[in-house]
């Protein structure tokens, strides 16, 4: 029997210029989680239904492609096991845990049963999301005409346990900035050396700036200066060096009885601030400094999200037996997805 590499597989319509991924959101986003369904068990199945393609024609789909989770991990090897795939449509509204009775009309055999080679994705891209290299490549094209729900369903036989994981979505996914980079070190107050971190994310509409400030002076009102350059400049009387170039100075609170505060600045995310990088330091008044009356913490330079976050999946559901591919039904329908790049 032929075993067939699954990306080399080649059609008059597997070029397809046009592609759609499931959950909405999600098409340069890693999901909150990961899952194994269905490609991690010696015998499985799966359906996923779409409310979302509603209205959406897709005139020849061609193939389905996932991508690994993160955290994939070393079992995510390559291997070879028996995959069917069917396609057709379905009521979201009395979607069950009934595989049969999901589908409108009977569904089409997209892609026959057959030894199917999967790829090795242990190996983390260099940032997530990873790309969409598990691909399968339909026998014969699916025509949707966005009417009613859009649903696949995968059948594995002849599995290989150990977990493969692939990206999934099952609430609102955040995003966050590469590590912080510490900037010198901070002044001596009655508590100690008083120190920044800070972590920023995204989430699908909002930019969250988190300062948190140790060893601050006790009870003291404590502001954050905010720019876009390191000058490493040393005034005379200042107990260290500044480290932003204060394009702002913003307000944070009062420190605790330690010198303590944590805080988060939020702002509509903004696909410019991608890439970029904020130099922060937190100021407090110091009657305790020899020179000047106000304590510094260290500088830091830190990344902004790559991207938004993505939102909580909706319209979309799926169903799964872990213990045989001709199950008549499966688990309770969760609103949840495979993130599953379909090209038509």
């Known amino acids: 029997m032929r075993v067939i590499p699954i990306i080399l597989l080649l059609s008059p319509f597997a070029a397809a210029q046009n592609l759609y991924v499931q959950p909405a959101g999600y098409e340069a986003v890693e999901g909150n989680s990961s899952s194994g369904i269905p490609f991690s068990y010696v015998s499985s199945r799966v359906q996923q239904s779409d409310s979302n393609t509603i209205g959406l024609v897709m005139p020849a789909i061609g193939s389905l492609a996932f991508r690994r989770d993160r955290t994939a991990g070393a079992t995510a090897t390559a291997r070879t096991i028996d995959v069917t795939l069917l396609m057709g449509k379905n009521d979201i509204n009395t979607f069950s845990t009934n595989f049969a009775t999901n589908w409108l009309s009977a569904p089409t055999t997209v892609y026959a049963r057959k030894p199917t080679n999967l790829p090795d994705i242990s190996t983390a891209p260099p940032a997530p999301p990873g790309p969409f290299v598990i691909q399968i490549v339909f026998d014969a094209p699916f025509f949707y005409d966005g009417v009613d729900s859009l649903m696949w369903e995968a059948?594995?036989?002849?599995?290989?346990?150990?977990?493969?994981?692939?990206?999934?979505?099952?609430?609102?996914?955040?995003?966050?900035?590469?590590?912080?980079?510490?900037?010198?070190?901070?002044?001596?107050?009655?508590?100690?050396?008083?120190?920044?971190?800070?972590?920023f994310s995204a989430t699908a509409t909002t930019l969250n700036l988190a300062f948190s400030t140790l060893r601050g002076p006790s009870n003291a009102p404590l502001s954050v200066l905010l720019g876009i350059s390191n000058p490493n400049f040393a005034i005379p009387g200042f107990c260290t060096n500044i480290y932003s170039d204060a394009i702002a100075n913003v307000a944070l609170g009062t420190t605790g009885a330690t010198g303590?505060?944590?805080?988060?600045?939020?702002?509509?995310?903004?696909?410019?601030?991608?890439?970029?990088?904020?130099?922060?330091?937190?100021?407090?008044p110091d009657a305790s400094q020899a020179g000047f009356p106000i304590a510094f913490s260290n500088g830091r330079q830190s990344p902004m999200p790559l991207t938004a976050g993505g939102p909580a999946p909706t319209g979309i559901k799926r169903t799964y037996s872990l213990t045989s591919s001709s199950a008549a039904t499966g688990s309770s329908p969760s609103v949840s997805a495979v993130v599953t790049q379909i090209a038509y």
């Open 260 to 284: 303590t505060l944590a805080q988060t600045l939020s702002f509509p995310w903004s696909p410019s601030f991608a890439g970029w990088s904020l130099y922060s330091q937190t100021l407090a």
């Open 155 to 199: 059948q594995v036989d002849s599995g290989v346990t150990g977990t493969y994981s692939m990206d999934w979505v099952s609430a609102a996914t955040t995003t966050s900035g590469a590590t912080s980079t510490l900037l010198g070190t901070g002044c001596n107050t009655a508590n100690g050396a008083m120190s920044l971190t800070t972590t």
